[in-house]
């Protein structure tokens, strides 16, 4: 017998437990580094959501088991307190509940707070790096000097006609299918993706025509929440900047984007070459890279423009489409509302003899159940900061911390019964003339407020006026069988998005 052999069998389990000492002990030090951030909060006095194991207080959302808004809200309702400390994965973020410290991060002292907590690679994501979304400091403030001018009421009124040519599509659309149960979601999508084709690409994306209509599947795919990865690489971006750089995440599709610059490119060449005006985006942006002067602090280039206007794509489509349905989906189940509102929209139509900017602008009970829609279903349930610098609350004495998250629970906010009483109904009294005064400042934040606000919400609002408008002149939205009451939400979308479709039949009248 070989003497080494025997020495082998003895050694053998000695050196494997070895190896399991090594490693527990390595995993030990790694769990203590990862979860020394775990004690955060509490060092610094701030009452905070006890985080479980790696996940911090997002688990069930990382699971795809609860919509990232209820995770939100369910804290914001544990406290009691002006501010709530979280941990996402093992990152500290500070859930603001006060309405006057929120006034000061968005409004006062916006200048301590003008970026987002949200990833940046400008090697891998060109197009994200120089989107109003997601840029920062003096990249940030020059795009938005820039940007501006596109979106003034004046801009507005130029580009009614073509939203209108899209409107009328869609009523087209609706009454071929008139007495049947239409999917809404898939219905706005197209009228959505119709708007900012023409207007932002200027192109006919010819939607309501085709069944597959190319420039329908790209938008799809730009940001797609049921394809993992694209869900993934979103989630990461806001919450796990870290595995941006390791996998080299893009924030929208590479493909998708792309292709959508090549769109861009081709038709910005053709608008040189026969001179033609439509008053769209493009025509704006040109417009903008025209003026530039020579001591201007940001040049525009083709990527860049483009990137503009895939941006516009993916921040108004969901938006828009998605607030044009949750209010159909709310007029059908509440038809005195709807009658009501069908009344104003046919004086109006009437007296002013088509749906001109002005009459759109008029017509109060649809700017009070269109309000009242965004604070039921905030496309964007909560909103992003992060301190530029450490920053000391006046109100209570605490120091945030340089390049903290900070969280503005919108969803909570608009549910909290404090200041919305009986938050699940629908009311559009509460906008009207006698009660909106009694609405708190800065607990009605749908599109965000302050520098930093959505700087396409006059778009957002008439495009989606302008539908319901149309819509509602000659059609009667009503619950069918397939409509699910009340919704349920997908939790693994970052928008307040129903799991099944969207279910109405609608009538012609
Ligand atoms: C109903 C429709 C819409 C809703 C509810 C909405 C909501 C929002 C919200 C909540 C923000 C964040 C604001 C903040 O952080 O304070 C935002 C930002 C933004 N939105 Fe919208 N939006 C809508 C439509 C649009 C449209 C149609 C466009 C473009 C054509 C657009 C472009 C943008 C851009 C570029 C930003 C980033 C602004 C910046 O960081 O300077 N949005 N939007
Ligand atoms: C447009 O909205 C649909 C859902 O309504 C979504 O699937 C699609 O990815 C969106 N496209 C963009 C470009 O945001
Ligand atoms: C856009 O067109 C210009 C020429 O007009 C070209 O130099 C540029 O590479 C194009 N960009 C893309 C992304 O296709
Ligand atoms: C830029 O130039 C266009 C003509 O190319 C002009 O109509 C417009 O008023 C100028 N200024 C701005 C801010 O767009
Ligand atoms: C609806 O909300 C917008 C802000 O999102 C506000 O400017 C407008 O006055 C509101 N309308 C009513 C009737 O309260």
């Known amino acids: 017998m070989n003497v080494f052999e025997g020495e082998r069998i003895i ?13 527990g002990c390595l995993l030990l030090i790694l769990y203590y580094l990862y979860t020394k951030n775990y004690s955060y909060w509490e060092s610094k006095g701030v009452p905070f959501e006890k985080p479980f ?3 911090g207080n997002f688990a069930k959302i990382i699971a795809g088991k609860q919509h990232i808004s209820f995770r939100i809200r369910e804290i914001y309702n544990k406290f009691n307190t002006p501010y709530v400390g979280i941990y996402i994965f093992n990152q500290p973020n500070l859930i603001v509940r006060s309405p006057e410290i929120l006034k000061r991060i968005l409004v006062k002292d916006f200048d301590k707070f003008v970026n987002r907590k949200i ?3 400008e090697d891998v994501d060109p197009i994200s790096a120089h989107t109003l979304f997601s840029s920062q400091d003096q990249t940030w403030k020059n795009l938005r000097v820039k940007i501006s001018p596109v979106f003034t009421s004046g801009k507005m009124k130029l580009m009614l006609p073509l939203m209108k040519e899209c409107a009328s599509n869609l ?16 219905t706005t999508k197209k009228y959505a993706v119709d708007i900012i084709s023409s207007c932002a690409f200027g192109i006919n994306s010819d939607c309501f025509k085709e069944e597959n209509s190319e420039i329908l599947t790209v938008a799809t795919r730009l940001l797609d929440f049921n394809s993992f990865v694209r869900s993934f690489s979103i989630f990461s971006f806001f919450f796990a900047p870290k595995f941006v750089d390791i996998f080299r995440l893009t924030f929208a599709d590479k493909f998708a984007s792309n292709y959508l610059i090549n769109v861009f490119n081709t038709t910005m060449k053709e608008r040189k070459k026969q001179k ?3 008053h769209d985006l493009i025509d704006l942006l040109n417009n903008l890279k025209q003026n530039e002067t020579f001591n201007d602090n940001y040049k525009f280039d083709d990527i860049k423009m483009a990137s503009q206007a895939v941006s516009f794509f993916s921040a ?3 938006t828009t489409s998605m607030t044009i349905s949750f209010t159909l989906y709310e007029l059908a189940i509440n038809p005195e509302i709807q009658n009501r509102l069908r009344q104003e929209v046919r004086e109006t139509f009437e007296k002013h003899g088509d749906f001109t900017y002005e009459a759109v602008n008029e017509m109060k009970y649809l700017d009070m159940v269109f309000n009242e829609t965004l604070r ?10 992060k301190s530029a610098t450490k920053y000391t609350f006046e109100e209570t004495g605490f120091t945030l911390d340089e390049d903290v998250a900070i969280t503005v629970p ?3 906010l608009h549910y909290d019964p404090k200041y919305f009483p009986d938050p699940e109904k629908f009311d559009p009294e509460r906008f009207s003339d006698e009660n909106k005064h009694k609405i708190v400042p800065y607990t009605f934040l749908p599109f965000g407020d302050g520098p930093r606000n959505c700087i396409g919400q006059r778009f957002g609002v008439l495009v989606s006026k302008v539908a319901l408008a149309y819509c509602l002149k000659d059609f009667a939205f009503e619950k069918a069988a397939a409509t699910s009451v009340p919704l349920q939400f997908e939790p693994r979308s970052l928008f307040m998005v129903n799991k099944k479709g969207l279910y109405l039949r609608a009538v012609k009248l």
């Open 11 to 23: 050694l053998l389990p000695v050196f494997n437990v070895m190896i399991l000492v090594y490693l």
């Open 53 to 55: 194991f790696l996940f």
């Open 119 to 121: 990833a940046l690679n």
């Open 171 to 186: 009523v087209n659309y609706v009454e071929k299918h008139s007495g049947e149960v239409i999917e809404i979601r898939e």
């Open 276 to 278: 033609i005006v439509r």
């Open 316 to 318: 108004g489509n969901d």
């Open 376 to 385: 039921k279903y905030p496309l964007t349930t909560f909103l992003n900061r």
């Open 410 to 412: 919108v969803g909570a």
